[in-house]
């Protein structure tokens, strides 16, 4: 992981989002540091995914603004923020019957001009995506006969090819064994470490997210409870506190980044009673 630097800084102000009327992250004002690795955590519900929708201009705020460097990602054409901008969302669609090659290549739409023809630079880029997550031996599979961890590495490198200098995953490693899941993450620190690329993702697993972020985000209630480094946020009093989960938080013998061990939950139960 790189040192943190001003580019590719992306800021909520006063930002309110929900779906319905009904808010769901309420007047959040946040700074992720640019050419960083950040981690958004949280117990369930607690607004971790609209937060990042809200930040990638999937949903329309009910209050407040982003900003990306300064500027209003709202006041941004769709082209010019895809060209910065790149997204894995949540629960991604892809067309009936295209195949991965095919989909990964859909990245390089915000670089395509009218009448421009596909590129050598193109055909590079995608191939890379391909490599980098695994998947060229999947490239001329149909996306609708993969399997969910497949289908989740094509839909990674569709964001990788897109190229942008700054990268939203929301939960990249859902559907992906624990192999793939470190595959991922080491990916993400590759490209963070590489290029200096920005990243913010959504995980659940907080050793996971203490050993490769930079910056750790806890929501709770649809607001950051916490936000710093791994070291300095995750303690057993937040855990617990924002979990509900008694914990001891521990160095990782690996890494030495912060590590919760759950406390044993049958002690102090009664014992079942004898017939």
Same mark, same amino acid.
């Given at each position: ?8 800084? #992306?800021?909520?102000? +006063? ?12 007047? &959040? ?65 892809? !067309? ?13 739409? %915000?670089?395509?001009? #009218?009448?421009? !023809? ?16 695994? =998947? ?8 609708? $006969? #993969?399997?969910? +961890? ?21 939960? !990249? ?16 620190? $590759?490209?963070?470490?590489?290029? +200096?690329? =920005? &990243? ?16 750790? &985000? ?5 607001? %950051?409870?916490?936000?710093?480094? !791994?070291?300095?946020? #995750? =303690?057993?009093?937040? &855990? ?12 990782? %013998? $690996? ?19 004898? %017939?």
């Amino acid at each position: 992981m790189s040192a943190t630097t001003d580019a590719h800084q #992306l800021a909520a102000h +006063g930002l309110s989002l929900g779906y319905g009327g009904r808010l769901v992250v309420q007047g &959040v004002d946040l700074t992720l540091p640019g050419g960083a690795v950040t981690a958004v955590v949280g117990p369930n519900a607690c607004g971790k995914s609209t937060l990042l929708r809200g930040l990638a201009r999937l949903l329309t705020p009910a209050a407040g603004t982003v900003t990306l460097d300064g500027a209003s990602i709202h006041r941004m054409s769709a082209r010019a923020l895809a060209r910065r901008m790149g997204l894995l969302p949540q629960q991604a669609v892809a !067309p009936e019957g295209i195949t991965v090659e095919a989909l990964v290549r859909l990245g390089r739409y %915000p670089h395509q001009r #009218l009448l421009t !023809p596909w590129s050598a630079a193109d055909q590079a880029a995608v191939e890379e995506a391909l490599r980098r997550t695994g =998947t060229q031996d999947l490239r001329d599979r149909s996306v609708d $006969e #993969l399997s969910g +961890g497949q289908r989740q590495r094509a839909w990674i490198a569709l964001a990788l090819a897109q190229d942008t200098p700054l990268l939203l995953l929301d939960e !990249p490693t859902t559907f992906l064994d624990l192999r793939h899941q470190l595959d991922v993450l080491d990916l993400v620190g $590759e490209l963070n470490a590489e290029a +200096g690329r =920005t &990243v913010v993702m959504v995980l659940h697993d907080l050793g996971q997210a203490a050993r490769y972020a930079d910056h750790l &985000v806890v929501m709770r209630d649809g607001r %950051p409870a916490a936000a710093g480094p !791994p070291a300095d946020v #995750l =303690t057993a009093e937040l &855990v617990e506190d924002v979990f509900r989960v008694a914990c001891r938080v521990v160095p990782d %013998p $690996e890494t030495g980044t912060p590590l919760v061990v759950p406390r044993d939950r049958s002690r102090g139960r009664a014992a079942p009673a004898t %017939p």
